[in-house]
T-cell receptor, first 112, second 110 residues
């Protein structure tokens, strides 16, 4: 079954430092991978997706993610974190039934 | 204008009651979804509707029933509420390649 895993419940970084939120996937065939962000008391917002093409995908708010087939990873990155990036981040994959499966989420805290 | 709106935002009720959560989208999408986010923040799909046809029904108790009066609405009815139903429920619409979510309904069953 198609699935994603987010190995870290919590990631803490200082403002201005680069951030990485990890995601690994387990799929058969070509993966359709996504990142969503959830701010407090809000619904999820689409950040970026990988369907095919360049392994480095650029998304909203300066985020990017790198698709790495050999490591089955799709880590979310940002060169310089902002306090306002503090939120819950979800990696997701579309499975064979064409529904989206989310990871457990990673809480990112950016400290001033 | 809010693209996907759901009401109420908070719902507190007693065990055994029947309740409904409403969802409306003004994006013209053909497909709408309901997701459940548990206390550990894990999101699970419950239902999706495409042109009034249920196309996904995960292992959800039949106490939960989606109702779609038209393409822009997908309401969630829950009968005989149980303590374990306490969670945040999110409505969404769009294609799987890009979903738009409502702000969630926090359901607390006492």
């Amino acid at each position: 079954a198609q699935s994603v895993a987010q190995p870290e419940d919590q990631v803490n970084v200082a403002e201005g430092n680069p951030l990485t939120v990890k995601c690994t996937y387990s799929v058969s065939g070509n993966p359709y991978l996504f990142w969503y962000v959830q701010y407090p008391n809000r619904g999820l917002q689409f950040l970026l997706k990988y369907i095919t093409g360049d392994n480095l995908v650029k998304g909203s708010y300066g985020f990017e993610a790198e698709f790495n087939k050999s490591q089955t990873s799709f880590h979310l990155k940002k060169p310089s974190a902002l306090v306002s990036d503090s939120a819950l981040y979800f990696c997701a994959v579309i499975n064979n039934n064409n529904d989206m499966r989310f990871g457990a989420g990673t809480r990112l805290t950016v400290k001033p | 204008d809010t693209a996907v709106s759901q009401t109420p935002k908070y719902l507190v009720t007693q065990m055994g009651n029947d309740k409904s959560i409403k969802c409306e989208q003004n994006l013209g999408h053909d497909t709408m979804y309901w997701y459940k986010q548990d206390s550990k923040k894990f999101l699970k799909i419950m239902f999706s509707y495409n042109n009034k046809e249920l196309i996904i029904n995960e292992t959800v108790p039949n106490r939960f029933s989606p109702k779609s009066p038209d393409k822009a609405h997908l309401n969630l009815h829950i009968n005989s509420l149980e303590l374990g139903d306490s969670a945040v429920y999110f409505c969404a619409s769009g294609r799987m390649e890009k979903l738009f979510f409502g702000s969630g309904t926090q359901l607390s069953v006492l």
